[in-house]
C-alpha cells in the first residue's frame, strides 16, 4: 500500500488551492487575457472587473470599507518591504533621524530590510522574546521607542513556533506614542479573522499565497488613513491612469501599483477570496483550531520531544516546529517525507533571531508542521504517528550507540 503524502508546509504557501482558483486563472488566461485600465475594449474592461473584485473581496475580508487601501504586491515580503522603505525614505528625504523597532521573531523579510537600511543611518532595536513562548511584551516594545522611532514592526503568527503576539496590547503603546505599527500577517491572514484598523494597526503586510489561497506571486499591503502621507513609493512608472501627466499618480492605489498587474494571479486570488467568503473565515479558524489541538496533543504525549512556543492553544496558530535529540531537523524531515509521506520544512525558517531565542539557531533549527484549511484529522494523527516513529527510530539509533 502506497502512503498518502500529508502536505503540512502550508506555512510556505498553501496548497492544495480550492480547483476554482486554477479555473479562474485558466478562465482569464483563455478568455480574456488583456491588461486592466490599459485599453477601452472589452477583455481589458473584464481584467479590469477581476482586479477590482479582488481587491474588493480582501477590503472586505479586512473590514476596510475603501478598498483603495488594498495595494497589490508580489508577496508578503514584497509589502513589508514597501512599508518599511517607504517609511525610511519619507523620512531621510526630510533629512529626519529614523529609528524602528521589531522583535526577536520577526522574519528575515523585515530583520534583512532593517540590516539593509543600516547603510543608510537608520537605526532599529529588536524586542526580546520570551524563550518559552516566543511572546513579546507590549510594555518592552514601548520601551524599545524612542523619539526618532518612525515604525514599530512585529509579526503576528511565528513562522517558527506558531506564537501569535498580542497585536492588540501593541498597536495600544505604539498610538499612544504616536507611532505607525506595521504587522506582518503572513502567518495570520486568511486564518483567522482580521480587522486591522479595529485592531489598532497602521500597515498590514499579507501574502496572498498562503492562507489566503491564492496563487504564489500574489500579496498586499493595507493602509490605513493617512498612512499613504507616511510611506513614499519605491516603484513609479505606468498606471494606466493619468497619461497625461509625468509625475506618478499620488491617488490609491495607483501610487503604489506601477507598472502591469500580475492579473493571472490576482483573479485566482481573487477566486481563491470567494472560496473564504463561501467558507466564512470563522470557519476555517474553528477548523484549524481543532486540528491544532489534536496535533499539539499528540505531540506532547512523545516522550523527549521538544515542541517550541506555547504548550497550549492559547497564543497560537497552526505552526508547530519539533525538535527531537541527537536527529538534525533536516534528517528528521527527510525520513517524515521518505518513510511515511509527511511533508514538513525543517531549517531555520528565514528566521534566526527566533531560533536564537528558543536555543535552535546553532542545532540546525527545528522541523516545522504547518496546518491549512484542507488539513484533516487523518492528515494529524498520520503526522504524529511519523513523528513518534522518527523519534523513537533516532531514540533507539543512540541508545545503541551508547550501549557497547
Ligand atoms: C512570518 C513571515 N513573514 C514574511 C514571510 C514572507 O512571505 P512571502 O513568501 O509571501 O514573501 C513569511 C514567509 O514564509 C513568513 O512566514
Same mark, same amino acid.
Given at each position: 500500500?502506497? %502512503?498518502?503524502?500529508?502536505?503540512?508546509?502550508?506555512?510556505?504557501?498553501?496548497?492544495?488551492?480550492?480547483?476554482? /482558483?486554477?479555473?479562474?486563472?485558466?478562465?482569464?488566461?483563455? $478568455?480574456?487575457? =488583456?491588461?486592466?485600465?490599459?485599453?477601452?475594449?472589452? &477583455?481589458?474592461?473584464?481584467? #479590469?472587473?477581476?482586479?477590482?473584485?479582488?481587491?474588493?473581496?480582501?477590503?472586505?475580508?479586512?473590514?476596510?470599507?475603501?478598498?483603495?487601501?488594498?495595494?497589490?504586491?508580489?508577496?508578503?515580503?514584497?509589502?513589508?518591504?514597501?512599508? *518599511?522603505?517607504?517609511? !525610511?525614505?519619507?523620512?531621510?528625504?526630510?533629512?529626519?533621524?529614523?529609528?524602528?523597532?521589531?522583535?526577536?521573531?520577526?522574519?528575515?523579510?523585515?530583520?534583512?530590510?532593517?540590516?539593509?537600511?543600516?547603510?543608510?543611518?537608520?537605526?532599529? %532595536?529588536?524586542?526580546?522574546?520570551?524563550?518559552?513562548?516566543?511572546? /513579546?511584551?507590549?510594555?518592552?516594545?514601548?520601551?524599545?521607542?524612542?523619539?526618532? %522611532?518612525?515604525?514599530?514592526?512585529?509579526?503576528?503568527?511565528?513562522?517558527?513556533?506558531?506564537?501569535?503576539?498580542? /497585536?492588540?496590547?501593541?498597536?495600544?503603546?505604539? #498610538?499612544? =506614542?504616536?507611532?505607525?505599527?506595521?504587522?506582518?500577517?503572513?502567518?495570520?491572514?486568511?486564518?483567522?479573522?482580521?480587522?486591522?484598523?479595529?485592531?489598532? *494597526?497602521?500597515?498590514?503586510?499579507?501574502?496572498?499565497?498562503?492562507?489566503?489561497?491564492?496563487?504564489?506571486?500574489?500579496?498586499?499591503?493595507?493602509?490605513?488613513?493617512?498612512?499613504?502621507?507616511?510611506?513614499?513609493?519605491?516603484?513609479?512608472?505606468?498606471?494606466?491612469?493619468?497619461? &497625461?501627466?509625468?509625475?506618478?499618480?499620488?491617488?490609491?492605489?495607483?501610487?503604489?501599483?506601477?507598472?502591469?498587474?500580475?492579473?493571472?494571479?490576482? !483573479?485566482?486570488?481573487?477566486?481563491?477570496?470567494?472560496?473564504?467568503?463561501?467558507?466564512?473565515?470563522?470557519?476555517?479558524?474553528?477548523?484549524?483550531?481543532?486540528?491544532?489541538?489534536?496535533?499539539?496533543?499528540?505531540?506532547?504525549?512523545?516522550?523527549?520531544?521538544? *515542541?517550541?512556543?506555547?504548550?497550549?492553544?492559547?497564543? #497560537?496558530?497552526?505552526?508547530?516546529?519539533?525538535?527531537?535529540?541527537? /536527529?538534525?531537523?533536516?534528517?528528521?524531515?527527510?525520513?517524515? &517525507?521518505?518513510?511515511?509521506?509527511?511533508?514538513?520544512?525543517?531549517?531555520?525558517?528565514?528566521?534566526?533571531?527566533?531560533?536564537?531565542?528558543?536555543?535552535?539557531?546553532?542545532?540546525?533549527?527545528?522541523? #516545522?508542521?504547518?496546518?491549512?484549511?484542507?488539513? %484533516?484529522?487523518?492528515?494529524? $494523527?498520520?503526522?504524529?504517528?511519523?513523528? &513518534?516513529?522518527?523519534?523513537?527510530?533516532?531514540?533507539?539509533?543512540?541508545?545503541?550507540?551508547?550501549?557497547?
Amino acid at each position: 500500500m502506497t %502512503t498518502k503524502r500529508v502536505y503540512l508546509d502550508n506555512a510556505a504557501t498553501s496548497f492544495p488551492k480550492p480547483p476554482r /482558483v486554477a479555473k479562474a486563472m485558466a478562465q482569464f488566461s483563455f $478568455d480574456v487575457g =488583456a491588461s486592466p485600465g490599459r485599453g477601452a475594449y472589452a &477583455e481589458s474592461a473584464q481584467a #479590469r472587473r477581476f482586479l477590482d473584485a479582488a481587491r474588493s473581496s480582501l477590503a472586505s475580508l479586512m473590514h476596510e470599507p475603501d478598498a483603495s487601501r488594498i495595494v497589490f504586491t508580489l508577496n508578503c515580503t514584497d509589502a513589508l518591504s514597501l512599508a *518599511i522603505y517607504g517609511i !525610511a525614505r519619507h523620512w531621510r528625504r526630510r533629512s529626519t533621524p529614523v529609528h524602528m523597532v521589531t522583535t526577536a521573531m520577526d522574519h528575515n523579510s523585515v530583520l534583512r530590510p532593517l540590516n539593509d537600511l543600516a547603510a543608510d543611518g537608520v537605526s532599529a %532595536t529588536h524586542v526580546a522574546a520570551a524563550s518559552d513562548t516566543g511572546l /513579546v511584551a507590549a510594555d518592552d516594545i514601548a520601551k524599545a521607542i524612542t523619539p526618532a %522611532t518612525k515604525l514599530v514592526c512585529v509579526v503576528h503568527g511565528s513562522n517558527v513556533s506558531g506564537t501569535l503576539q498580542d /497585536v492588540k496590547a501593541i498597536a495600544h503603546r505604539c #498610538r499612544s =506614542a504616536g507611532v505607525p505599527l506595521l504587522v506582518d500577517a503572513a502567518q495570520s491572514a486568511g486564518h483567522i479573522p482580521l480587522s486591522p484598523a479595529s485592531m489598532g *494597526i497602521d500597515l498590514l503586510a499579507v501574502p496572498g499565497h498562503k492562507g489566503l489561497l491564492g496563487p504564489l506571486g500574489t500579496g498586499a499591503l493595507w493602509l490605513g488613513p493617512g498612512m499613504e502621507t507616511l510611506v513614499d513609493p519605491l516603484r513609479t512608472g505606468g498606471t494606466g491612469s493619468q497619461s &497625461e501627466n509625468d509625475v506618478h499618480p499620488k491617488t490609491l492605489p495607483d501610487r503604489y501599483e506601477a507598472g502591469s498587474h500580475n492579473t493571472v494571479g490576482l !483573479a485566482g486570488l481573487s477566486a481563491a477570496l470567494t472560496y473564504i467568503e463561501t467558507r466564512t473565515i470563522e470557519d476555517i479558524q474553528t477548523h484549524e483550531a481543532a486540528l491544532g489541538a489534536r496535533l499539539l496533543d499528540g505531540l506532547l504525549c512523545i516522550d523527549g520531544l521538544r *515542541i517550541l512556543g506555547p504548550q497550549t492553544m492559547e497564543s #497560537r496558530c497552526g505552526v508547530f516546529s519539533v525538535t527531537s535529540p541527537g /536527529v538534525s531537523p533536516t534528517q528528521f524531515a527527510a525520513e517524515l &517525507e521518505g518513510d511515511h509521506g509527511v511533508l514538513s520544512r525543517a531549517g531555520l525558517h528565514c528566521a534566526p533571531l527566533a531560533h536564537q531565542t528558543f536555543g535552535t539557531l546553532n542545532s540546525g533549527g527545528a522541523t #516545522r508542521l504547518s496546518l491549512g484549511y484542507s488539513t %484533516t484529522m487523518d492528515d494529524v $494523527d498520520q503526522a504524529i504517528e511519523a513523528v &513518534e516513529a522518527v523519534h523513537s527510530a533516532a531514540h533507539a539509533r543512540r541508545a545503541a550507540i551508547l550501549v557497547p
